[in-house]
Structure formats: C-alpha cells, structure tokens
C-alpha cells in the first residue's frame, strides 16, 4: 500500500517555512508520498491587517523558527513585508497558485511552496500580490499555472475552495490546532504524528517510517 504524507499547511505560516528545512530529507530518506492540503487558515477570514503589533509578534515568532530550524528571515523581510502596515496578512492569493500548481504540474507543488515561501522570508517580495505571484510562477516555468492564476476563472476557484474545505475537515476530524499537521496514510490507516518531531527528531522520526 501507498504511504501518504498528508501536510496540512498554510503558505504564510512561520512554521510551515521552518519545516522545510527537513521535510525534503524526510521524504526522499522514507519514500513517502506528499501530498499537500492547504487549510487557508490565513485567507478570508483568517486574514488581517500587518499593524505594528501583529509585525512584532509575527518576528519575535519568526525569530524561535530561525533559532531551531536554521531557516533565514532576513532584515529585509523584517524592514519591508512586516513594516509594511498598508499590506494584509492574507494568504489567499499563494494558496490560489499553489491549487494552480497542482491542477497543471502537481509534481512541482512543493517546490514553488518552498520558492514562494523563499520571496517572503529572504527576498521580501510582497506574496500577497497577485501581479507578483503570477510572474513568479512564469519565471519557474510554470508557465500554465502562471496562466490559470491571472485569470482566475471559477474551474480553479472550484478547485481551491474544495482543497481548503479538505484541509479544515481534516484538521476537525483529527483535532488539530494549527499547521503544520502531519497526517500519515498507510496500511494501518491514517494518525497524526507528531509535528514537534519534525523540527526536534527529524532523524528519529525517518527512522520510525522506516522500520
């Protein structure tokens, strides 16, 4: 049987960055299958203005993420993105091109996560923009991706409301409180493991798939 890695996530959570500083090794180590399920926890309602208080918040969390994980926020996402109070918090717009990703090149979903995510957090490229995101994707070569994104016609709004309808299911049936959430699929079926082990026992936690 298939062994699924279901990865529940958000494109802009912190944490979510911070964990692909191992999650490509424990992949490729384990032979498991990814599949991502956005949750949009930080769209629609979830989405909110960057006040100053939130932007404090915001780094002071990013700071832990780089402390344990080793993954860059760099002065200048700190200085443009964050101090940038006219922008929104709103993961929308990434969530959408990364559902355009997977309806056109899925095997490359991961890899422009991780490409958008980069923008952000070390490039300090506003991700909220849909201009930006849309030229980004060409620049991958995703180029009907990039296409699907500037259009934003209802077959791909379909397609990115049912996959975060999926995600929050998903995080209620297995009561999880925040992303990232690692549900694993296999012959046993499915259980949450534990996301504290990506990030303090990665090895530990290849070697459990493993066995």
């Known amino acids: 049987m298939r062994k699924i890695l ?25 032979g498991l299958e990814l599949k991502l399920i956005p949750t949009g926890l930080f769209s629609a309602h979830g989405a909110r203005k960057m006040d100053a208080a939130f932007a404090q918040y915001a780094w002071t969390n990013d700071q832990r993420i780089a402390h344990l994980t080793g993954q860059v926020f760099s002065e200048q996402y700190r200085s443009q993105v964050l101090a940038d109070h006219q922008a929104l918090f709103d993961s ?14 899925p095997a490359r979903e991961y890899e422009a996560m991780a490409a958008i995510q980069h923008a952000r ?11 930006f995101l849309a030229r980004r994707l060409a620049e991958m070569d995703l180029v009907k991706a990039s296409a699907l994104l500037s259009e934003r016609a209802l077959p791909l709004l379909a397609a ?3 996959r975060v ?11 999880a409180r925040g992303v990232p959430t690692f549900i694993l699929d296999d012959a ?9 082990a990506f990030f ?10 493993t066995a």
């Open 6 to 30: 279901n990865y529940l996530f958000d494109p802009l959570c912190g944490w979510c960055y911070g964990v692909g500083a191992v999650l490509p090794e424990i992949i490729a180590s384990t």
């Open 92 to 105: 929308g717009p990434a969530t959408l091109a990364l559902t355009a990703i997977c309806m056109t090149q």
């Open 121 to 131: 957090y070390v490039d300090a490229h506003d991700i909220t923009d849909w201009t």
């Open 160 to 162: 990115n409301t049912a």
């Open 165 to 175: 309808t999926l995600g929050q299911e998903l995080m209620k049936r297995f009561q």
């Open 188 to 196: 046993s079926g499915s259980r949450v493991l534990p996301a504290q």
């Open 200 to 209: 303090s026992s990665p090895q530990g936690l290849i070697r459990e798939l």
